[in-house]
């Protein structure tokens, strides 16, 4: 087997330019397989490590993915907030421990905001139940302080002391600046791999404060409210758009859900951030299974490249294959010889491919952190991708058995005098 | 031992049709040569040399008759058998050399030790039958010993092709028209080299050629339609190969 293995490289070397355009294209194949699957581990941890120690999370009427969405990720937006007071109402239910309000819709500079209570950063937990931790500065005490996630401050450029002025809705007209009203950074969070790193963190009150001479999405005219009249004025939160709850004991979560399902007040819906993932995956899953057949396919036809180009020299070869018949050589050792040729350019190119994607997962890693905040992470492939690589290299050689037993009926055929 | 085993090939009541044929391409009653016999065999083309060259390497096997390599018939060998014990005992030249050009000189000369401990012992242990000094015996000068084969000229490339077949003294040579392709001078460079190193190693040589000039080198002449009863049998349109 040795001595077989070292003719195939020799014999591969030999034809290696058209051998290695079939290796790029093996290389990509798994490059494409790979990246897909990294990607797609990487936002699902991403999202599954959003948000970890809530146990439900409450809004109003809407599907359970809408609702995880715009609360947790930050992605579209809530049908209609809910009410302030239900709020209370909830944290008095016997069963809870803490309500986080989540009040969101403006943002600044393509960052999100939110606005919540300072038990936030408290409460609060991600990954595996790690807590949010202040780099520098402290979490907001008056009106017009926020705390930023890492990222903010990694992209922007931000420092604590800094002034910021915050966008209504998407920010996207000038004219919806609150300029009258800064907001100075007090506090810049931890990394956390999580949307938490692309927010600005604001009291309620503040919420309220910047909306004053606000309605309907829109300045009132001739209503401006200053700063300092803000501080003044009677800023009890109203509504916000969807709340964090935590209870007591987990065994009571769907006691809970149910009394909030038939909250006499107003319509509200409490989901179980697991579940409403897992649903979610659901929904994204037909997709990444579509993306991951379109690889597949990618790669079959590279496999199906190896095999013609290898059966298409064999004409060319019989020589070879009559002389190494000659010297000693079995039928079954010159399919084996072929075969180990496809083997050889598979591995290479299957190499090629995983050094590619690690090469660009770490270039473009810090892009696609600041693009979409999911963290990319450059680690040794999981029991997906070895399936994977596994099924890739399994192919290539077993593509390669195909021109190998051309080999060996010719090798049969010919014996020591090739018919050319 | 017994007394087949003084024989180096031993082809007896020999009967061989190609797969689909008609006809029997080859019927041979007897051809044995002895360790160190120098066979010289002729015959037009078409007149079976290649077959019987395939059936005594054992490449192809008979459907009567029996083909032995040093008393080892062939047939009563399996498969994997049959090519290590043509590795260990056949040295095979062929009519356009056949090198592999990918691999250098001297890679190809060492290619049949790939195959056949035997003849890798035999030649790292008996030293004149190392690749070295049968390509300097050869006349090959050590600056293409490293070479791709493919850049060597027809000379060159057909004394590469002798050393091949020598290395690790296999009992029997077989040369298919080695000498078709070659002028004079190259010609008997290459008989020169094949000769001594047989006689050196006691091999047998089956030396195939239409060039009866070389004739007078060896100590039979064998002229295999006058061997072949294929033509010759009743109801049997001979095809031979």
């Given at each position: 087997?040795?001595?077989?293995?070292?003719?195939?490289?020799?014999?591969?070397?030999?034809?290696?330019?058209?051998?290695?355009?079939?290796?790029?294209?093996?290389?990509?194949?798994?490059?494409?397989?790979?990246?897909?699957?990294?990607?797609?581990?990487?936002?699902?941890?991403?999202?599954?490590?959003?948000?970890?120690?809530?146990?439900?999370?409450?809004?109003?009427?809407?599907?359970?993915?809408?609702?995880?969405?715009?609360?947790?990720?930050?992605?579209?937006?809530?049908?209609?907030?809910?009410?302030?007071?239900?709020?209370?109402?909830?944290?008095?239910?016997?069963?809870?421990?803490?309500?986080?309000?989540?009040?969101?819709?403006?943002?600044?500079?393509?960052?999100?905001?939110?606005?919540?209570?300072?038990?936030?950063?408290?409460?609060?937990?991600?990954?595996?139940?790690?807590?949010?931790?202040?780099?520098?500065?402290?979490?907001?005490?008056?009106?017009?302080?926020?705390?930023?996630?890492?990222?903010?401050?990694?992209?922007?450029?931000?420092?604590?002391?800094?002034?910021?002025?915050?966008?209504?809705?998407?920010?996207?007209?000038?004219?919806?600046?609150?300029?009258?009203?800064?907001?100075?950074?007090?506090?810049?969070?931890?990394?956390?791999?999580?949307?938490?790193?692309?927010?600005?963190?604001?009291?309620?009150?503040?919420?309220?404060?910047?909306?004053?001479?606000?309605?309907?999405?829109?300045?009132?005219?001739?209503?401006?409210?200053?700063?300092?009249?803000?501080?003044?004025?009677?800023?009890?939160?109203?509504?916000?758009?969807?709340?964090?709850?935590?209870?007591?004991?987990?065994?009571?979560?769907?006691?809970?859900?149910?009394?909030?399902?038939?909250?006499?007040?107003?319509?509200?819906?409490?989901?179980?951030?697991?579940?409403?993932?897992?649903?979610?995956?659901?929904?994204?899953?037909?997709?990444?299974?579509?993306?991951?057949?379109?690889?597949?396919?990618?790669?079959?036809?590279?496999?199906?490249?190896?095999?013609?180009?290898?059966?298409?020299?064999?004409?060319?070869?019989?020589?070879?294959?009559?002389?190494?018949?000659a010297?000693?050589?079995?039928?079954?050792?010159?399919?084996?010889?072929?075969?180990?040729?496809?083997?050889?350019?598979?591995?290479?190119?299957?190499?090629?491919?995983?050094?590619?994607?690690?090469?660009?997962?770490?270039?473009?890693?810090?892009?696609?952190?600041?693009?979409?905040?999911?963290?990319?992470?450059?680690?040794?492939?999981?029991?997906?991708?070895?399936?994977?690589?596994?099924?890739?290299?399994?192919?290539?050689?077993?593509?390669?058995?195909?021109?190998?037993?051309?080999?060996?009926?010719?090798?049969?055929?010919?014996?020591l005098s090739?018919?050319? | 031992?017994?007394?087949?085993?003084?024989?180096?090939l031993?082809?007896?009541?020999?009967?061989?049709?190609?797969?689909?044929?008609?006809?029997?391409?080859l019927?041979?009653?007897?051809l044995?040569l002895?360790?160190g016999d120098k066979v010289f065999l002729r015959g037009p083309s078409g007149c079976g040399k290649s077959t019987l060259l395939s059936?005594a390497a054992?490449?192809?096997?008979?459907?009567?008759?029996?083909?032995?390599?040093?008393?080892?018939?062939?047939?009563?060998?399996?498969?994997?058998?049959?090519?290590?014990?043509?590795?260990?005992?056949?040295g095979y030249i062929f009519q356009q050399f056949n090198l592999?050009?990918?691999?250098?000189?001297?890679?190809?000369?060492?290619?049949?030790?790939?195959?056949?401990?035997?003849?890798?012992?035999?030649?790292?242990?008996?030293?004149?039958?190392?690749?070295?000094?049968?390509?300097?015996?050869s006349g090959?000068?050590?600056?293409?010993?490293?070479?791709?084969?493919?850049?060597l000229s027809v000379g060159q490339q057909q004394r590469v092709a002798a050393a091949r077949a020598l290395?690790?003294?296999?009992?029997l040579v077989v040369a298919d028209e080695p000498t078709s392709a070659l002028d004079e001078d190259l010609r008997e460079s290459f008989m020169a080299l094949l000769l001594e190193r047989c006689a050196?190693?006691?091999s047998a040589l089956l030396f195939v050629s239409h060039d009866l000039r070389l004739a007078a080198r060896f100590d039979r002449i064998i002229d295999l339609p006058s061997l072949n009863?294929?033509?010759?049998?009743?109801?049997?349109?001979?095809?031979p190969r």
């Amino acid at each position: 087997m040795t001595a077989l293995l070292g003719l195939a490289a020799r014999s591969a070397w030999n034809r290696r330019f058209v051998l290695g355009l079939v290796l790029l294209s093996i290389a990509l194949s798994t490059l494409l397989l790979l990246g897909i699957e990294r990607l797609r581990q990487d936002v699902r941890q991403n999202f599954s490590q959003a948000v970890s120690g809530t146990d439900l999370i409450v809004g109003a009427r809407t599907g359970q993915v809408e609702l995880l969405l715009n609360s947790v990720f930050r992605i579209g937006s809530a049908t209609r907030n809910i009410r302030y007071t239900s709020l209370e109402a909830l944290a008095k239910h016997r069963a809870v421990a803490w309500v986080l309000p989540l009040s969101l819709g403006d943002s600044h500079r393509g960052m999100a905001v939110l606005g919540t209570s300072v038990d936030y950063f408290q409460h609060f937990r991600h990954g595996e139940r790690q807590p949010l931790v202040l780099t520098q500065g402290r979490r907001f005490e008056s009106l017009f302080e926020t705390v930023i996630g890492a990222e903010v401050a990694r992209a922007l450029g931000y420092r604590v002391g800094q002034q910021v002025v915050l966008a209504h809705g998407d920010g996207a007209m000038e004219t919806n600046d609150h300029a009258d009203k800064p907001f100075t950074v007090v506090g810049i969070l931890a990394p956390t791999g999580t949307p938490v790193d692309r927010t600005l963190h604001i009291s309620l009150q503040a919420v309220e404060a910047i909306h004053l001479d606000w309605a309907a999405g829109a300045p009132l005219p001739g209503q401006a409210v200053s700063a300092t009249a803000a501080a003044e004025a009677d800023l009890r939160p109203r509504s916000v758009t969807a709340a964090l709850i935590g209870l007591k004991s987990r065994a009571a979560v769907f006691a809970v859900q149910r009394d909030i399902a038939a909250f006499q007040d107003e319509p509200l819906m409490a989901i179980l951030p697991g579940v409403a993932l897992d649903a979610l995956w659901e929904l994204v899953g037909v997709g990444e299974r579509g993306l991951q057949a379109m690889s597949a396919l990618v790669a079959v036809v590279s496999l199906v490249a190896l095999v013609a180009v290898i059966a298409a020299g064999l004409n060319e070869r019989r020589r070879e294959l009559a002389i190494l018949r000659a010297l000693g050589a079995g039928p079954r050792q010159l399919l084996m010889l072929l075969a180990l040729e496809g083997g050889l350019v598979t591995a290479l190119g299957v190499l090629l491919g995983v050094l590619a994607c690690a090469g660009a997962v770490a270039a473009l890693a810090p892009w696609v952190q600041s693009q979409f905040g999911i963290g990319l992470r450059l680690q040794a492939p999981g029991s997906a991708e070895w399936l994977w690589l596994a099924a890739l290299l399994v192919g290539g050689f077993g593509a390669s058995l195909v021109p190998g037993w051309r080999a060996y009926q010719l090798s049969l055929a010919d014996g020591l005098s090739p018919r050319i | 031992m017994t007394a087949e085993t003084l024989f180096a090939l031993d082809l007896q009541a020999l009967r061989y049709r190609w797969p689909g044929a008609s006809a029997d391409t080859l019927v041979l009653d007897s051809l044995r040569l002895a360790p160190g016999d120098k066979v010289f065999l002729r015959g037009p083309s078409g007149c079976g040399k290649s077959t019987l060259l395939s059936l005594a390497a054992g490449v192809l096997l008979p459907q009567a008759g029996q083909a032995r390599l040093l008393g080892q018939d062939w047939a009563g060998l399996r498969s994997g058998a049959r090519d290590r014990w043509r590795a260990d005992h056949l040295g095979y030249i062929f009519q356009q050399f056949n090198l592999l050009p990918y691999l250098s000189v001297l890679d190809n000369v060492r290619l049949p030790l790939r195959f056949s401990r035997r003849r890798a012992t035999r030649s790292a242990a008996s030293g004149a039958d190392s690749a070295e000094i049968l390509l300097e015996r050869s006349g090959l000068p050590p600056g293409l010993w490293r070479q791709p084969a493919g850049a060597l000229s027809v000379g060159q490339q057909q004394r590469v092709a002798a050393a091949r077949a020598l290395i690790g003294a296999p009992e029997l040579v077989v040369a298919d028209e080695p000498t078709s392709a070659l002028d004079e001078d190259l010609r008997e460079s290459f008989m020169a080299l094949l000769l001594e190193r047989c006689a050196a190693a006691r091999s047998a040589l089956l030396f195939v050629s239409h060039d009866l000039r070389l004739a007078a080198r060896f100590d039979r002449i064998i002229d295999l339609p006058s061997l072949n009863r294929a033509a010759t049998e009743p109801n049997n349109a001979a095809v031979p190969r």
